[in-house]
């Protein structure tokens, strides 16, 4: 079965501009969720996705959004990028809401 | 806040064990978990003990649970290079409206030759 799959891998921006991120989570997995890694912070969780529905939320501004389409895919947004937005974002899938989570390779994002 | 604790090096000799130790606030914590992560890579799901066990092991590994003193720590038998990497312990609560994991700041395994 195939993991996690996040594109794009890598992604530079400048400051001010906006970044989709998008999330494939293992077939089957109906949850879907989002982390911020930063070597200041560690691991951050932003957000929870479960049929379609926003459940949980981190303490992030609400800058950083995200929806779940009806095959689980998701996308999580970040508009008016600033230098500290600059992360490795995870996402994490698992078979319901609050299950075990699988995690994808994640994506760097840089902003300049 | 909940909060996880961990020490950030941990350097053993190949073929030593390797005990990597983690303290959490949540007395509420249901699930706990131990996630690996390569360079440049995502993480990797290693193992996880529900807060009602006080021990699981699954071939090198072996994960023990203090309830009372809300200490974790995973045993890595045999330690061998490619064990070389940041190991995450992270908990949650999903009864109480859990808002995702709640992860430690890591520990780097460094092994030695």
């Known amino acids: 079965k195939a993991g996690v799959t996040q594109t794009p891998r890598y992604l530079i921006k400048t400051r001010g501009q906006q970044v989709t991120l998008s999330c494939s989570p293992i077939s089957g997995h109906r949850s879907v969720s989002w982390y911020q890694q930063t070597p200041g912070q560690g691991l951050q969780f932003l957000f929870e996705?479960?049929?379609?529905?926003?459940?949980n939320k981190g303490n992030f501004p609400g800058r950083f959004s995200g929806r779940q389409f009806s095959n689980s895919r998701s996308e999580m947004n970040v508009s008016t990028l600033e230098l500290g937005d600059s992360a490795l974002y995870l996402c994490a899938s698992s078979l319901a809401f609050a299950d075990t989570q699988y995690f994808g390779p994640g994506t760097r994002l840089t902003v300049l | 806040g909940e909060d996880v604790e961990q020490s950030l090096f941990l350097s053993v000799r190949e073929g030593d064990s390797s005990v990597i130790n983690c303290t959490y606030t949540?007395?509420?914590?249901?699930?706990l978990y131990w996630y690996k992560q390569e360079p440049g890579a995502g993480l990797q799901l290693l193992t996880y003990i529900f807060s009602n066990m006080d021990m699981k092991q699954d071939q090198r590994l072996t994960v023990l649970l203090n309830k009372k003193d809300k200490h974790l720590s995973l045993r890595i038998a045999d330690t061998q290079t490619g064990d070389s990497a940041i190991y995450f312990c992270a908990e949650t609560n999903p009864g109480g409206g859990a808002d995702g994991l709640t992860f430690g700041k890591g520990t780097h395994l460094i092994i030695q030759p």
């Open positions: 949540d007395s509420s914590s249901t699930y």
């Open positions: 996705y479960f049929s379609e529905t926003q459940r």
